[in-house]
């Protein structure tokens, strides 16, 4: 003697209720999969940038020459 029992009414929502639930989990690696696919075509944008901006000086900056300092008795 079956303590419960499962109405069609109760099998059509717990099918429903799985099937939302694959879709979500699917849903969910794409969305996944695309966000890593554009965060590193960002970082490979953002490399070619730092390369592409790297600046070299015109020519090496000549050292300070110290002046003598003047000693004045007065």
Not at 8 to 14: P, R, T
Not at 23 to 29: A, F, N, P, S, Y
């Given at each position: ?6 109405t ?7 099918a429903l ?49 110290p002046?003598?300092?003047h000693?004045?008795?007065?």
């Open positions: 003697m079956p303590i419960a029992r499962i069609g009414q109760g099998l059509v929502a717990i209720s799985v099937a939302l639930l694959w879709t979500c989990l699917i849903g969910e690696r794409l969305i996944v999969r695309h966000a890593s696919a554009r965060q590193a075509q960002l970082m490979r944008e953002l490399h070619q940038l730092q390369r592409s901006r790297h600046t070299e000086p015109v020519s090496i900056p000549t050292p300070a020459v002046r003598p300092t000693i004045t008795v007065g």
